[in-house]
DNA sequence: AATGAATGAGACTTCATTCAT
DNA sequence: CATGAATGAAGTCTCATTCAT
C-alpha cells in the first residue's frame, strides 16, 4: 500500500483530461471545442484521449457528471438541522456559494442546457437534469411540508408550486450572477427570502 | 393595394426562411443545422438562403431577433393599470402565456443562452439577454416601487431584490415546463405568487 | 442616316460592358472577377451581360481581342519609311508608347497569359500570342534584312536571331515597366538600342 | 546514420506534395486546380495536405519559392571568373539551361507572373520578382561596368539601361521557349550577344 | 500505454448561369 | 430587351477518429 496502482494512474491521468476538457468546453462550447485542443491543454497526445474516453461526447458527458457530482457534493454537506425557515435559508445559501464558485465556468452549464436540447446526447442529459430538478423541488418541498406540520409555514399555501418556483429561482440566479457579474446573489437572496417569509402585502 | 411587391415577396420570403430555420435549429442545435436543411425545410435553394442572409450565424440572429421581438410584443400588450399586486398576476400571466406558447420550442431558447456563452457570436446575444433582463427586472421593481409608494406593499421590502428574483424565477418557469411537459405553469404561478403575497410564515 | 440604329444601340452597350470588363479583370483576374461585378461595373443587370456574351470566358476573350487590336493599331499607324535604323527606332518608339499607355493594367496582360497556359481557352489564346509575336519577329526581321542589303547592317548578324531576342526584350520592357513604375521606359530603350547599334565591345 | 527521422520522413512528405503541386499548378493554374486534385496527385489524403500547408495559397507560394530557388541555385554555380564578355556569356548560358529545363511548366511561371498581379498573394509575389529581377539586373550592370574599367566595353555604353534590357530579354526568351517549341533559344541567345557585342552598324 | 500522422466525411459558402417577369 | 431572383455544382477547409509505431 501506498505505491500507486496502475488502476491509480489511470484514473488519475482520466481526471487531467476532464479537468482540462472543462475549462475548453466552458470557454468554447461543445461545438467549438476540438478534441486536439482538449488533449493539449491536459498536456497529453490526441490519441492519449482516446484511450479513456471512446468519443468527443464521452468527454463531454464524463464533465457533466463531475459538475453534478461537486453540486450534489456541497449540498449533501449540509446538516439539514433546524426549523423549516432556517433549512431554506442554510440550503440556499448553499446554492449560492456554489453558484458564486461556478460562476465564471457558468457558460459550461449553459452548453450542458443546449446540449440537453438538441444533441444526441440530450435523453442522458435531459434525464439528469429532469432527476436532479425533482430532486432539490422534493427536497425544498419536505421542508416546506414539515414546516406546515410543525406551525412554521402557514397551512394555506401551496407547498408544491413554491418549491417549483423557489428551485426555479435559485437556478436562475445562477445564470444572472454570470450575466451580471457585479450582482451580489448572495444579498438578493437573503433580500427575496426575507421578503418571501414575511409576504409582500402587509397583514391586516 | 392588394397588389404585392417586390418588396414584399422578398421579405416573405425571408420570413419563410427564418421560419423554417427556426424549427431547425430548435431541432438540432445551432451546430447540428445545416443550411442545407434549413434551405429544404424552407422549401427553396441552398444558394438561395445566401441571398437573404449573409451566413448561418445572421439566420440564427435573425431568429433570435424574432423570438425576442415575440416575446416583447406579447408582454406590450398588456394594460399596466391596476394596482401593484394586480400588475403582477397580469405581467405573469402573460409571461406565462408566452411561456406556454414557446415551450415546445425552448431548445431554441436554449441554444442561444449557450451562443451567448461561447460561439463568436455572444457579444451580441450577451447584450441583448443582458438588456432584456434588466428591463424586466426594472419593470418589475417600478411595479413594486409604487406598490410601497400606496401602501399596497410591505416598506421593508428590498425591492430590487425581489425584483431580480422574480425575473429569473419566471424565466425558470419556462426552463421547467419545457423540460416537464405536464407541469402546470399557471398553476405554479399562482400558487407562489399567493403564497409570497401574503408570506410563508404566519403572521403575529 | 444619323438615327442611332438598334445595331449601334446594341454594339455600344457590347462595348461599354466589355470596357467594364476590363478594369475588372485587370483588378482582380479572371478567376476574381465575377459576372456581377462587371455588370455592375457597366451599369447593367447581371442578366444583360448574358444578352451579349455567352459566358465569363467570352467577356474574357473580347477584352484580349480589344487589347490586341489596340496594339496592332497603335503599330499600324507607324509610317515605315526611313533608314532601317530609324524603322527600328520608330517602331520601338510606338511600342514604348503604348508600354507607358497600358503598363498600369499590365496584370490584365499577365492576366491573358497565364490564360494562355492553363485556361480552358488556353488553344484560342495561344495561337494568337504565337501569331502576334510571330508577325514583330518578322518585322523586325523584315526591317533588318533589308537593311543588310542596303549595307546599313552588318552582312554578319543573325537576323532572326537578333529579332527574336529584340521582340521578347520590348516585351519585357512592359513587365518591367509594371513593376517598376518609376522605370524610365523610353530612357532604357534608347540606352540599349544605341548600344546595339554600336556593339558593347570597342571596334578596333 | 542512414534511419530516417521523422523529420526527415515529415519534409519528404511536404516536398512531394510541392512536387505534385507544381505538377497540378502548371496544367490546370491555381484557379483550375483543387486542393482534392493535388492530394490525389501526390498520393496522399486530403487533409493530409492540410498537416503541411494552411491553405491552398500556401502551396502555391511553397512550389513559387522551390522554382526560385533553383533558379538562383543553377545560376549560383557558375563561377564568375574571366572577362567581361565571357561572363556575360557564361551568365546567359546559363540561365539559357535553365529555361530549356523548365520551359515544359513555364506556364506555372505565368501563373505566378498573373497571381502577382491580381491575387491576394500579389505583395509577396511582387516582392520576390521585383527583388529576383533587381538582382538580376545589379548583377549584369557589374559586370558591365567592369568591363568599363577594364576598356573591354566602350565607356559611351549606357549600362543600366543595356542591363535592364538584357534582363528582361533572357526572361522574355523563356516566354518564347514555350510558346514556339521549337525555338532554338540557345542559338538565339548566341546570335544576338554576337550581334550586340559588335554592334549591328558596320564601323567607320 | 502513449502518440500524432493520416484520413475523408461533411459543411459553409461562392458564383456562373438560367429564366420568368 | 432588360433584369435580378433563384439555383446547385463545386471547392476549401476542419476535425473527430484510427492505427502503426
Known sequence: MGSST?????????EAIIQAAAAVFAERGFAGATVAGIAASADVGKGTVYEYFDSKEDIFLAVFELLMGQLAEDLATQHPGGSAVEQLRVFSEAFVAWINHTSEAYSLTLEFWAAAGTSPMRDRLMAAFRQGYL???????????????HGEIRPGVDVEAVATALVG???????????????????????FLDAMLTGLIPQA
Open 6 to 14: 496502475t488502476q491509480d494512474r489511470k484514473s488519475a491521468k482520466r
Open 135 to 149: 430532486q432539490y423541488r422534493e427536497f425544498i418541498a419536505d421542508i416546506l411540508h414539515q414546516g406546515q406540520e
Open 169 to 191: 429561482m435559485w437556478d436562475a440566479l445562477g445564470l444572472q450572477a454570470w450575466m451580471f457579474t457585479d450582482l451580489d446573489v448572495e444579498s438578493v437572496n437573503r433580500g
